[in-house]
């Protein structure tokens, strides 16, 4: 549940978070460019209501608060250009312009976290320590998140094969055994016509798919599947600072879960 939805519920309110809860929702554009005292004061409520308000939403401070609600808001900005969106655009300084881009990173970190199915990722995290050969298939531009992945893959003493790399792509792909395991990188959603994601995903071994969009064709078509961002129809999914930073999260969380695995199996 979001900002937005908590205070229209207004569960455990009182009276005066309640009459708070309807003035910021009815001025959520000017809630951003207001100091707590200013909102205490245009609302007609006391400081400690303000406070108690934004910590029974779920936030650890006002600056949270005031800025969440207005990248709620912006839902229909553009989400490719989220963030260079009003709400980013109209700060009135660079350190304000920062803290905003700090509570949307920190709403991408917390919606990652969130969407992560711990059954899945054990079963990921399994598949991966115990193939003979990991392969890696990339769908979209992600040579940074890649390279990033590759080198710390080396601390397990694996060294992924990159697919689209080989000279002969459609011979490696016919060597990919039972006991290998792929792993199927996307940063978008569509899947276009693909040949050698074809061929891959008709090989004997475990298909592994991490993605930052919801991909139903690819879901039917692998094993195991890790969304780096949940599922659904949130209007900043699609933008490019949330599957960059997802992705490269997801994938960090993947490579550490790897090396905890490591870990147990050596003192086991």
Known sequence: MNLIEKLQKK????????????????NIDNVYRMSLQDLAKASYVSKPSVIRL?????CTNYRE???????????????????????????????????????LCKQIVDNCI????????????????EAKNIYLYTIGDIRYELGFFMSRMAQIDKEP?????????????????EKDAVLIVSIKGAVEEDELLDLICERPCTHILVT???????DLKTDYSFYTYPKGNDFIRNSTIVSQMS??????????????????????
């Open 54 to 58: 934004y910590r029974k939403v779920g």
């Open 212 to 218: 930052t969009a919801d991909n139903e064709e690819l």
């Open 114 to 129: 969130q969407s992560i199915d711990k059954d899945s990722i054990e079963d990921i995290v399994s598949a991966l320590y």
């Open 11 to 26: 569960e455990n309110f009182t009276s005066a978070e309640s009459s708070l809860a309807d003035y910021i929702l009815n």
């Open 161 to 177: 094969i990159l697919i689209k790399e080989n000279e002969e792509p459609e011979a490696l792909i016919a060597s990919i055994g």
């Open 65 to 103: 608060f005031s800025i969440g609600l207005q990248l709620e808001k912006i839902k229909t900005d553009n989400p490719d250009t989220i963030e260079n969106s009003k709400v980013f655009m109209e700060s009135e300084d660079l350190y304000d312009y920062i803290q905003k881009v700090g509570v």
């Open 247 to 268: 992705l490269l999260l997801g994938l960090n969380i993947i490579q550490a879960c790897l090396i905890k695995e490591r870990f147990n199996k050596k003192n086991d």
